[in-house]
């Protein structure tokens, strides 16, 4: 089955950087799509990033366009999700997940446990 596990959370402080990877396995990694979420103060976790099975297409959430660049490696099973100019309202626990689509919400696995962002002086 589909299983997530996120890393590299941490401290960091308002303009600061941070780079989270996801290291993905149990689906044919190189033929999905990829994205970044975080919990969010909603319901439904907010889809910060998205890219294509190959790479070369993305988008972005404009809360973070801009600052956050997502990034994979088909080779290894691996997404990465660059922060930089961190800001505090970017603190948050991050998930990654495969999509159905590429413009869909909607994921094709369980949810990690993933990793949490702090973002203070």
């Known amino acids: 089955q589909v299983q997530l596990v996120e890393s590299g959370g941490g401290l960091a402080q308002p303009g600061g950087s941070l780079r989270l990877s996801c290291a993905a396995s149990?689906?044919?990694?190189?033929?999905?799509?990829m994205a970044w979420f975080r919990r969010g103060a909603g319901t439904e976790r907010e889809l910060v990033a998205r890219?294509?099975?190959?790479?070369?297409?993305?988008m972005y959430a404009d809360s973070v366009k801009g600052r956050f660049t997502i990034s994979r490696d088909n080779g290894k099973n691996m997404v990465y999700l660059q922060m930089y100019n961190l800001k505090p309202e970017d603190t948050d626990v991050y998930f990654c997940?495969?999509?159905?689509?590429?413009?869909?919400?909607?994921?094709?696995?369980?949810w990690g446990q993933g990793t949490q962002v702090t973002v203070s002086s």
């Open positions: 997940n495969a999509l159905k689509t590429f413009y869909s919400t909607r994921v094709l696995g369980s």
């Open positions: 149990g689906f044919s990694f190189s033929t999905e799509p």
């Open positions: 890219l294509n099975p190959s790479g070369g297409v993305t």
